[in-house]
């Protein structure tokens, strides 16, 4: 495990999380993730920081509203949120961590799209 970074694109936010340099992530085809391109690392929210930035987010919730999207309100990119399916931790956007520390990134995808169905038939990375 290491200390990656990472953050927003006008830097306003900024946040480290722990993981290890060889992640597993995940490739969701709903609605939200799909169009944005977000690639999820969940951890838990101990392994989580928020450095910088959290007077600059702002939150969008729908459906059931467990999941709460972190946005910065500057440049409007969502590098981390809570997510439904862990709303005891944090999905961090892989593509907002900062370059040097993921030595290998594998890819899943998941059913969004049926999120019921997907959660069901998905299987944590060991």
Not at 59 to 70: D, E, I, M, R, S
Request: glycine share 10%.
């Amino acid at each position: 495990m290491l200390t990656h970074t990472g953050g927003c694109h006008c830097g306003r936010v900024r946040f480290e999380v722990i993981a290890p340099a060889n992640i597993d992530v995940v490739e969701c085809d709903c609605s939200v993730c799909s169009p944005v391109g977000f690639l999820h690392l969940i951890v838990p929210a101990e392994r989580f920081k928020l450095l910088r930035g959290g007077d600059a987010l702002t939150t969008y919730t729908f459906n059931t509203g467990v999941a709460k999207h972190l946005f910065c309100a500057t440049c409007g990119v969502k590098s981390f949120y809570v997510p439904r399916s862990h709303p005891d931790g944090f999905s961090i956007n892989a593509r907002c961590i900062d370059g040097g520390t993921i030595q290998s990134m594998t890819v899943s995808a998941f059913n969004g799209r049926d999120w019921e169905e997907g959660r069901a038939a998905y299987r944590e990375p060991s």
